[in-house]
Nanobody
Framework: QVQLVEAGGGLVQPGGSLRLSCAAS????????MSWYRQTPGKERELVAV????????IATDSVKGRFTISRDNGKNSVYLQMNSLKPDDTAVYYC?????????WGQGTLVTVSS
């Protein structure tokens, strides 16, 4: 079955960096686009970035453009989100996502807290 396991969240000071990772299994990873979403309490889950199976990426959230980068390693069945110059507004639970056979799968999420 499809499994997505995020890691790399934590507490970081404003201006700091974190690299999130998502380990995928249960499907042919290299064939699918992957995405990162984030969610804060009381708000809808927000698309942050998408990367195609061939590595073309889109940063979907204007507020993180120039600061976040999505990448993937098909050999490791993993997708990453490099987050630089973090701001308190980036505080959220970050989720990895894939759609396989019209079913959307989520990981358990990893909490990122940006605070001094």
């Amino acid at each position: 079955q499809v499994q997505l396991v995020e890691a790399g969240g934590g507490l970081v000071q404003p201006g700091g960096s974190l690299r999130l990772s998502c380990a995928a299994s249960g499907f042919s990873f290299s064939r699918y686009a992957m995405s990162w979403y984030r969610q804060t309490p009381g708000k809808e889950r927000e698309l942050v970035a998408v990367i195609s199976s061939t590595g073309n990426s889109i940063i979907a959230t204007d507020s993180v453009k120039g600061r976040f980068t999505i990448s993937r390693d098909n050999g490791k069945n993993s997708v990453y989100l490099q987050m630089n110059s973090l701001k308190p507004d980036d505080t959220a639970v970050y989720y990895c996502n894939v759609i396989v056979s019209a079913v959307r799968y989520w990981g358990q999420g990893t909490l990122v807290t940006v605070s001094s």
